[in-house]
């Protein structure tokens, strides 16, 4: 997997030529309603799943794809992914076929992504049950590596309802070194609304997985669990729902289900839904219909991911989620589950968003950013009066005490973090009236700016950053237009720009200098082997598998020291992984660099 974009653990991902997360629409190669290649032309489909177990029992389907391979027999030259039996032993009892040999049936096919027969885990089944079935599937898994050849293989977590046997399944699929993991028996649990549980199951799976390896929903077909999910950083989801639902005369949309006879007023545009009139299609004969009705359903899962790859590209898939989860009570009991964990996504969570932090309920309020806010917000107690001002706040500052404390949602927030992100960069369904003491011995323009640009430091790179940074004869550039603080020079050197976006600095080698000295390794350093040394040091970006190791408090979006495995200074730019993706991923860039220490773009001052 290369990472391209993030928001939290969910990511907009390239594995092979496909950009995810996307939708694998299952192919039942005995009954093809909508043709693979119709799926990639009109649906923009770059993945399809099909059953190698019912290839396989059909004399003639198993010949002709002998002969002629998976792709040309369905004809489609996108990724193509098989199971294995496994789903038709748990609705079926049995299968007549060993795993050995579905693992080389799938290779011979030509399957791109191939499964093994895992043991399906039943909700109902007991512990022991379930612990045996997950050994029983790590024992097939390291049978069928054997088997595989050139063919990904994809080796299912199972689990049941049972946290830490999600976990310990996890554990041992990993160790097998699988290159694709689905996450498996979830099917009853999402037929019924379990959706909780299946956070639960997708958490604890993903806890103990490699980060660069794509994660599968298996039959997590429904567009309404789709935002949850990919949220917790699944990649892949395959769907019969969108025929399985149209045989049923019912049709999917992102909020739910509706029955054909139901439906008076189609709820979302669908180009489908355009061309006949509801009532056309109640009275067609049924291959139409479930032929109409599934294209219906497709192209409402496809937007589906289309709408939610968007909002990771605009960084707002928390708000997107959050409000999604609100189309039905046992989604939003599942996303007040998700948030219990809110502590461990925080290390996935970045310094800060394209997107604005948008308030949707009293939820919102125990995102991992807020965490991090009152986390961080801690190492600043200090005095002064206390205040409530309203927003935008830039409108009241000439008369806001210099030194005061802020009254916000997040908590009290001394004035001189004010523009933090998400501090300002967010917006609450109520306001607070101007409220300002009678009397106070406020700091002056000059002690208070000095103050402001210490404190955005030690916020934003840990306690004493600013002291190091901002040492010497100091001068402050403030913009033209806005007043604001734009950058900062320490005795003739340019050391830091304050962004404008999240309040934030951006460090200049001068910066990243000093905090090197005043900072003992790791601390805010991403190590790099000799082999890539010298191209950052000529500004070049770093990529993953160069990196040797990393800061563990470091958080995508940070400002990050390049430095060589002897702890010389490289660079400087910003990070777009935690730790434990960089020593994770083999593709893609870690660190946008910004300036190495061979090249410093000192010129940029020129602008300032
Ligand atoms: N399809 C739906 N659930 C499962 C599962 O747990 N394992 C496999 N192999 N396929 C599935």
Not at 78 to 86: A, P, Q, V
Not at 220 to 246: E, N, T
Not at 460 to 478: H, T, W
Not at 579 to 600: D, H, T
């Amino acid at each position: 997997m290369e990472l391209k974009a993030r928001d939290c653990l969910a990511r907009i991902c390239k594995f092979r030529n496909v950009e995810t997360p996307t939708l694998m629409p299952v192919i039942n190669p005995n009954l093809v309603v909508i043709s693979p290649r119709e799926m990639k032309e009109r649906f923009g489909v770059e993945a399809i799943i099909t059953n190698s177990y019912i290839i396989w029992k059909n004399k003639e389907l198993k010949e002709r794809a002998l002969e002629i391979g998976l792709h040309k027999m369905l004809d489609f030259d996108g990724l193509i992914m098989t199971d294995s039996g496994t789903f038709q032993s748990y609705v079926y009892g049995d299968v007549e076929i060993k795993n050995e040999e579905i693992v080389k049936f799938q290779r011979e096919i030509g399957s791109d992504i191939g499964t093994i027969l895992d043991v399906f885990t039943e909700p109902d089944f007991s512990e022991e049950k379930v612990k045996e079935a997950i050994e029983e599937t790590a024992k097939r898994g390291e049978e069928a590596k054997r088997y595989a050849g050139d063919m990904l293989l994809a080796g299912p977590i199972q689990g049941s309802i049972y946290p830490h046997l999600r976990e310990y399944a996890a554990k041992l699929m990993s160790r097998i070194d699988f290159d694709y993991y689905p996450i498996g028996g979830v099917v009853p649990l999402m037929e019924n609304y379990r959706y909780a549980e299946v956070v639960e199951a997708i958490i604890h799976a993903k806890m103990q997985l490699n980060p660069s390896k794509p994660v599968h929903l298996f039959g997590g077909g429904h567009p309404m669990f789709f935002p949850l999910a990919v949220l917790l950083g699944v990649d892949f989801f395959d769907s019969a729902a969108y025929v399985k639902y149209a045989r049923d005369n019912r049709l999917l949309f992102p909020h739910g289900t509706r029955k054909l006879e139901e439906l008076k007023y189609p709820p979302y545009y669908s180009p489908i839904l355009e061309k006949y009139e509801i009532e056309e299609i109640k009275v067609m004969e049924e291959d139409e219909r479930v032929k109409i009705l599934a294209e219906h359903n497709l192209y409402i899962s496809m937007e589906e991911i289309r709408r939610i790859k968007q909002a990771i590209h605009e960084e707002s898939m928390w708000e997107y989620a959050e409000n999604r989860a609100r189309e039905h009570p046992l989604l939003l009991k599942a996303y007040r589950r998700l948030l219990r964990y809110s502590k461990w996504l925080e290390k996935f969570e970045s310094i800060s968003k394209k997107s604005a932090f948008f308030y949707t309920g009293e939820e919102s309020m125990k995102r991992p950013i807020v965490l991090r806010l009152r986390r961080r917000i801690r190492r600043f107690k200090r005095d002064g009066p206390i205040i409530t001002v309203p927003r935008p706040w830039s409108m009241h500052l000439d008369r806001i005490p210099k030194g005061a404390r802020v009254k916000t949602p997040f908590g009290l927030i001394p004035l001189e973090l004010e523009d933090i992100y998400p501090v300002q960069q967010s917006e609450f369904p109520w306001e607070e009236k101007l409220s300002l003491p009678e009397r106070f011995e406020e700091l002056s323009q000059k002690d208070f700016e000095l103050l402001k640009i210490k404190s955005i430091a030690d916020y934003q790179f840990g306690k004493g950053a600013g002291d190091a940074l901002f040492n010497g004869e100091i001068r402050i550039i403030k913009s033209k237009n806005t007043g604001k603080i734009r950058n900062v020079i320490v005795d003739d050197e340019h050391v830091a720009s304050l962004r404008a976006e999240d309040g934030f600095f951006t460090l200049r080698i001068g910066g990243a200098k000093r905090l090197h000295q005043r900072f003992k390794a790791p601390k805010l350093r991403v190590v790099v082997s000799h082999e890539s040394s010298e191209f950052n040091r000529a500004g070049k970006n770093v990529f993953a598998k160069f990196v040797k190791d990393m800061d563990d408090a470091l958080r995508p979006g940070d400002e990050v020291l390049v430095v060589d495995e002897d702890d010389n200074l490289l660079a400087v730019g910003r990070t777009l992984m935690n730790r434990l993706e960089a020593l994770s991923f083999q593709r893609g860039m870690c660190v946008k660099v910004r300036e190495g220490i061979a090249n410093p773009k000192s010129s940029l001052l020129k602008n300032v």
